[in-house]
């Protein structure tokens, strides 16, 4: 992955972006013009920060990652259902 400087400071581009958390540009750019993923535009170009990114990495949940919180969720549910289900009465 290659990290531009800008002023000391280190961004990646939204291509970049959508290659790491595994989702299209166009997911991105529209999380960016919704103001969930704050961008900054250089040139024709947006660009994230450093500290964005890690910020951005620390809350997505990849789609293993996913698959591993719901199979555990199921294994749970169907271990401890019944005691779920008195627990939520409560």
């Known amino acids: 992955m290659k990290v531009h400087?800008?002023?000391k400071k280190e961004f990646i581009t939204?291509?970049?972006l959508a290659k790491i958390l595994g989702i299209s540009r166009i997911a991105v750019y529209r999380k960016v013009r919704k103001g969930q993923i704050k961008a900054v535009k250089?040139?024709?170009c947006f660009v994230i920060s450093e500290q964005q990114l890690a910020g951005i990495l620390?809350?997505?949940v990849g789609r293993q990652d996913r698959e591993q919180i719901d199979?555990?969720?199921r294994k749970t549910v169907e271990e401890y259902g019944e005691v779920l289900r008195l627990l939520g009465r409560e």
Do not use: E, F, T, Y
């Open 5 to 7: 400087s800008m002023d």
């Open 14 to 16: 939204i291509p970049q």
């Open 42 to 44: 250089v040139g024709r």
């Open 58 to 60: 620390g809350k997505a």
């Open 71 to 73: 199979a555990a969720v």
